[in-house]
């Protein structure tokens, strides 16, 4: 058997470099690297079985030897903040050594795609271009955990190194945990270690560990009874599931002479099923794994129009790619999920009469189809409007059974397995986390997910309550939701906000009054990493500032009006812009009708004229809560609330994995 031969069945059967008697250390420790001052420091690796190893660092050494399976592990004690520092492990045949290393304070930076949102890159933040030129910050250090799913907990991250911040290394990275750990060193100038360890469009049950979900009341039933499987397995079942799903829908997938005819306004589709538009079919009949592409079909009346007259086609924002027809004539076509769409039509393709617009939407993972606001699908000529939000008959053209069927929510627990378990032995100072706009339509449910993804992480790190500071989701009008018709999106604020009440050592930053109506990811980060830096400042490192915003805690009925009391005023309460906005009140009918609202001294009085008996209020109850403008005079923003506990449109609906 030749070298090389031996050599690739090894790598073929698995086997580390520790077989050969190599030290091998985890992807975590590298070049550069940021490790936890004023804590007890754990290095550990692997080696040959029985191998002795020795550590140096920063004028210590330790030697150890590794167990029966390979394992090896040193505790250096607590040392203050400093460097740069080498590191060195020394084994039987080889050695390993890190350069460049600082003691200071490292923060997790966990949550979906508003915590992933780079400084520049599938997006870009506000005033990117004077940001990267301004990031150089050596003492700052980057590390972003390459993403992954595992179906068990991984011992190993699948990759990722450490990098000085400055403007070549900045741009791809987590424009919120930039700017907080910016902020942060700005007032500490201490090092700062930035793990960025997230992933666009997940849900928090991937986030936390499956024995957590297996004990909890919550969640028991929903997984205690699914089966540890492969990855492949999880595979197959699911693309069964998809296929059966459009079986079911429409009898199967079609032809491709079938689908050449759809784009033909004289077309049959009364047979199609329809969809409500704006709105992700992950939320409706496709469900929450379904990537591919569907075609669109709606007809409209125009009562008259000319052969002149030109007209402008808006169809909100499509996750991925689209192309437009109106008559059979392609009109537009845009590639990028977050792109409003606007499609000028040429004179003569619309008549008098019977219209169909056609719109051919291509997914490859993640959300899909036609979202945003329904005042933003439209179609306008001569000065008239014909608002196309509603039914839609739709039909699927493909199933995207690749990777991109498959992801992080398609089972509990994977990223917390790939992407969290094998950083847990690595000191940190706490977590900073950004999530929640993938569980809103479980937006009741998210009082319970929420501590117990915050407990979850504090028991395997084994650190105590370190601290945990997290970002409430921003406005977003997702589905038009208010009091009256119910808000899922305020029901999942509402229950972030429980969490402060619940679980020690954590705080909220609310950011409704900083987001953007029409697009799920504003790009205003810059203030979303100012507010978690306050909480730090205040609750971690002892500052004396404000660092919220009120917080309603008291009401009083004074005949047709109501007194409400905060709490966190600051330095007072404060109104910004010229009247005070947001407030809603109702009386025993529950119909909530926007309130006159004023200050009276550190307290807030609403009333109506429509409502003579009150008996509640609500506060940025909306899915787009940007109207609210309450205050102090710190700056920072009132929480939104409502003071009834009558029924939440979201408490029904909870998580569930189907096999």
Not at 578 to 587: H, K, M, P, V
Not at 629 to 647: C, E, G, I, Q, S
């Amino acid at each position: 058997m030749n070298k090389k031969f031996k050599y690739l069945l090894f790598i073929a059967l698995g086997y580390s470099a520790s077989t050969f008697g190599q030290i091998v250390m985890p992807k975590i420790f590298n070049d550069n690297m940021v490790l936890q001052r004023d804590q007890p420091l754990k290095i550990w690796g692997s080696a040959s079985k029985g191998e002795s190893v020795q550590v140096s660092f920063h004028g210590h050494s330790i030697k150890t030897t590794a167990n029966n399976e390979g394992k090896w592990a040193v505790t250096f004690k607590a040392m203050p903040y400093g460097g740069p520092f080498q590191m060195k492990i020394k084994g039987k045949t080889n050695s390993i050594e890190f350069k460049n290393i600082l003691l200071g304070d490292i923060w997790i930076c966990g949550g979906q795609s508003n915590m992933e949102f780079p400084i520049s890159g599938w997006t870009n933040v506000k005033n990117y271009k004077e940001e990267i030129a301004s990031a150089n910050h050596p003492n700052i250090r980057l590390f972003t955990v390459e993403k992954d799913i595992r179906t068990t907990p991984a011992a190993e991250i699948k990759g990722g190194k450490w990098e000085q911040c400055s403007p070549a290394t900045i741009s791809p990275f987590s424009a919120v945990g930039y700017f907080f750990g910016r902020d942060l060193y700005n007032k500490l100038h201490v090092p700062i270690g930035l793990i960025n360890s997230n992933w666009g469009g997940t849900d928090i049950e991937t986030w936390i560990s499956r024995s957590s979900l297996d004990t909890s009341k919550e969640y028991k039933n929903a997984v205690s009874s699914l089966p540890q499987l492969s990855l492949d397995s999880l595979r197959a079942i699911q693309q069964s599931e998809l296929l059966n799903t459009v079986k079911k829908l429409q009898g199967g997938l079609p032809k491709k002479a079938d689908i050449a005819q759809w784009r033909n306004p004289q077309f049959n589709n009364k047979q199609w099923p329809t969809m409500q538009l704006p709105g992700v079919w992950e939320d409706q009949q496709l469900g929450k794994n379904f990537d591919g592409q569907v075609w669109f079909r709606k007809e409209i009346t125009i009562d008259a129009i000319s052969n002149k007259d030109t007209a402008t086609l808006s169809l909100c924002m499509i996750d991925d790619n689209d192309e437009t027809y109106i008559n059979g004539v392609k009109i537009g076509s845009t590639e990028g999920y977050n792109v409003m769409r606007s499609y000028k039509i040429k004179p003569g393709i619309l008549h008098t009469g019977k219209n169909t617009i056609i719109i051919h939407v291509t997914d490859g993972g993640g959300n899909g189809g036609v979202y945003g606001s329904s005042k933003d699908l439209n179609l306008n000529f001569n000065n008239t409007t014909i608002n196309l939000s509603g039914p839609w008959t739709f039909q699927v053209a493909a199933i995207n059974l690749g990777g991109g069927s498959f992801g992080p929510n398609s089972y509990p627990s994977l990223l917390y397995n790939a992407m969290i378990n094998p950083l847990i032995k690595f000191k940190i100072k706490g977590v900073i986390w950004y999530q929640g706009e993938n569980n809103a339509i479980r937006g009741y449910q998210y009082r319970k997910a929420m501590p117990l993804l915050i407990k979850d992480w504090r028991n395997h790190w084994k650190e105590g309550n370190f601290p945990f500071y997290f970002v409430q989701i921003s406005t977003y009008n997702a589905n038009n939701g208010n009091s009256n018709k119910g808000s899922a999106w305020a029901e999942l604020r509402e229950s972030q906000t429980k969490t402060l009440s619940k679980v020690p050592n954590v705080g909220m930053a609310v950011t409704t009054d900083i987001g953007d109506p029409n697009n799920i990811h504003p790009t205003n980060k810059q203030d979303v990493g100012k507010r978690l830096t306050a909480l730090a400042l205040k609750n971690t490192y002892h500052f004396n500032i404000t660092a919220s915003g009120p917080m309603y805690k008291s009401m009083q009925v004074h005949g047709n009006k109501i007194i409400l009391s905060f709490s966190d005023i600051g330095h007072g309460l404060y109104i910004k812009g010229s009247t005070l906005n947001g407030f809603e009140i109702a009386g025993k009918d529950r119909h909530f009708y926007p309130a006159q609202a004023t200050l009276t001294g550190q307290n807030v009085m609403v009333h109506s004229d429509k409502v003579n008996s009150p008996v509640a209020v609500r506060y940025g109850w909306a899915d787009d809560a940007s109207a609210a403008n309450l205050y102090n005079k710190d700056l920072f923003p009132a929480v939104p609330f409502r003071t009834d506990t009558w029924p939440a449109i979201t408490k029904d609906i909870k998580y569930h994995i189907a096999l």
